[in-house]
């Protein structure tokens, strides 16, 4: 007869029901629920009766509209790309502590606490073609001409790049801080150059934290709206996901289509977070692998 | 050599990030002061004559009044459900708390705009658009869930000895709350407390979705004059910028005192 599996004690009493039920209840009623409606709503097109899909077929049948899905991902995808290889340097590089290390993450977080609008405020005064920058470029005699950095896809990728640079970078120092000193010194010892050590023993120890990295800064630069605004051509150019929605939701009035807009915006995240996890699943057998192996 | 160099590179990186934040706040905070200004390094007159236009023309006395309103309300409400919520997280253990943690772990990571569209739309069907409850009520939903993070480790740092040894000298759960959890809960109530304050704040998407005429946070009207645009003068709104980054500023310097830079990011667990 198999002994019956050890349960762990549930502590689940009424006291516990009692405390968690506030915060659960407004998770569910704010949270999830709204996540549903949204749903159902978009399954309901304000122009016929009944369930249809005629919202997203009317999205992916109109290019201005389903475009818009394009132009995020290339938002998103080079940002997160350019975030995370500069954050993994950094991190890597200051994982041991560092110079004026409080200074240097109160300045980082700066931007985290103002907020995008102060910040993409700032950026269209600084590096606009009458600001600091380009006449700082043009005194030295390095341009001629100033550089156009704002009101396109460049001041975009700035204003997210300034955004998402602190939160990854404080993220993936604390995640690469974490790691065991004395694997590195190991590898070290037996004569592993610094590349060897980093490309042998770390990254593969940083890789999970990386992936995790990856999916958040890349989700949160997929919603880009605001700097996407005001600092990019919101009917041309960097006309995004969030755009369109707020768009058939404020200036529509067309609360089901923009469910609908939402609901897809969504769907692409969780996409790109679906392919995170498979890549990381693969990338943390292979590292196992390799040890294994040799 | 090479290590050296390597360094010098990094700090160098580090050292143009920084300057270019500087640079970027610096500009708006000379530009609230400028006269005129174009195509100079510096204004060739200064004045302060912007703050007083703004003051009167955005009505920044009502606009104040609503932010603090509504950010404090959030705080309040942030602690009052995330508290006890975040006792039971740290000391209990039981079948669906991964769950749990999921669930409210969720609102962090989706983007606000993603959610907060479905989540606009439910509350204009109940007639919360464009009202202050609104958006006190939008604000919450990743609140919440921050506040619970943010003092679920405050908990597990709590002997639990403590509460046993009370309640072995006759304390009942209340007085064991009252005289020894909370006192001892001081600091991580603080550090929630203005972690919940200063996001609230910065917060544009949600607030922004919910925002009526007379229930805009500081951020959201700053948003919307500078698209009123045009007629409204860079230099005032740049001044509108310069109220509500020194409120920021002052705030986060308060914060500083009680918390770690790093524990307003994320940690990967």
């Known amino acids: 007869m198999r002994a019956a599996p050890v349960r762990e004690r549930s502590e689940f009493d009424l006291l516990a029901i009692f405390c968690i ?102 950026i269209l005064g600084f590096y606009g073609s009458q600001g600091w920058f380009n006449q700082m470029l043009q005194g030295v005699g390095l341009i001629e001409e100033p550089f156009i950095l704002t009101h396109n896809y460049i001041g975009v990728m700035l204003a997210l790049f300034m955004q998402q640079f602190p939160f990854c970078f404080l993220m993936l120092l604390g995640y690469i801080s974490g790691i065991d000193p004395s694997l590195e010194g190991s590898a ?22 990386l992936a995790i990295a990856f999916a958040l800064v890349f989700v949160m630069s997929f919603a880009v709206f605001p700097s996407a605004v005001m600092l990019g051509q919101p009917s041309g150019a960097t006309r995004s996901i969030s755009i369109a929605a707020y768009q058939q939701a404020f200036e529509q009035y067309d609360m089901s289509y923009a469910s609908a807009i939402a609901v897809i915006m969504g769907l692409c995240q ?8 498979l890549f990381r699943r693969r990338m943390s057998t292979s590292a196992t692998m390799g040890v294994g192996k040799r | 050599m090479r290590g050296r160099m390597w360094h010098l590179a990094l700090y160098i990186f580090i050292l143009g990030f920084v300057l270019n934040m500087l640079g970027i706040v610096s500009h708006v905070i000379v530009s609230s002061f400028a006269k005129r200004w174009f195509g100079k390094p510096l204004p060739p007159a200064f004045t302060t004559d912007w703050y007083a236009y703004a003051w009167t023309q955005f009505d920044l006395g009502q606009v104040l009044t609503v932010t603090l309103f509504i950010a404090l309300t959030v705080v309040f409400l942030a602690l009052l459900i995330g508290f006890p919520a975040a006792y039971i997280l740290a000391r209990r253990n039981f079948r669906w708390k991964p769950l749990l943690l999921l669930l409210f772990f969720l609102p962090l990571v989706i983007p606000q705009m993603t959610y907060g569209i479905p989540l606009a739309t439910t509350l204009y069907r109940y007639g919360l658009g464009g009202t202050v409850a609104g958006v006190v009520l939008a604000v919450l939903v990743p609140m919440v869930p921050l506040a619970v993070f943010v003092l679920m480790p405050f908990f597990e740092q709590i002997s639990v000895n403590l509460e046993w040894s009370g309640a072995v000298l006759g304390a009942s759960r209340g007085q064991v709350f009252r005289r020894i959890l909370f006192p ?72 500083l005192r009680f918390v770690r830079p790093t524990q307003m990011v994320f940690r990967i667990k």
């Open chain 1, 270 to 277: 969780l996409a790109a977070l679906l392919v995170i996890i």
């Open chain 1, 188 to 209: 070290r010892v037996l004569g592993a150059t610094p590349w060897i050590v980093f490309r042998r023993v770390m990254l593969p120890l940083i890789a999970p934290g």
């Open chain 1, 21 to 122: 039920l506030p915060a659960l209840l407004y998770v569910l009623c704010m949270f999830v629920y709204p996540f549903m409606y949204g749903l159902y709503l978009s399954l309901r097109p304000m122009k016929a009766d009944g369930f249809s899909l005629a919202n997203y077929f009317s999205f992916f049948a109109d290019p201005y509209q389903y475009g818009t899905i394009w132009i995020t991902f290339s938002l998103a995808v080079p940002t997160t790309i350019i975030v995370l290889l500069l954050a993994l340097l950094m991190a890597y590089g200051m994982r041991r502590g560092f110079f004026m290390e409080r200074t240097i993450t109160t300045v980082l977080i700066m931007p985290i606490c103002l907020g995008v609008i102060l910040l993409s405020e700032g």
């Open chain 2, 184 to 255: 001892l809960m001081v600091p991580g109530i603080l550090t929630a407390g203005l972690l919940v304050l200063v996001n609230t704040i910065s917060n544009f998407e949600l607030a922004f979705l919910l925002a009526g005429a007379g229930s805009q946070t500081l951020v959201v009207s700053l948003y919307y004059n500078m698209f009123a645009g045009g007629v409204r003068p860079v230099y005032s709104i740049d001044a509108m910028a310069v109220i509500y980054m020194t409120m920021v500023m002052a705030l986060l310097l308060v914060a």
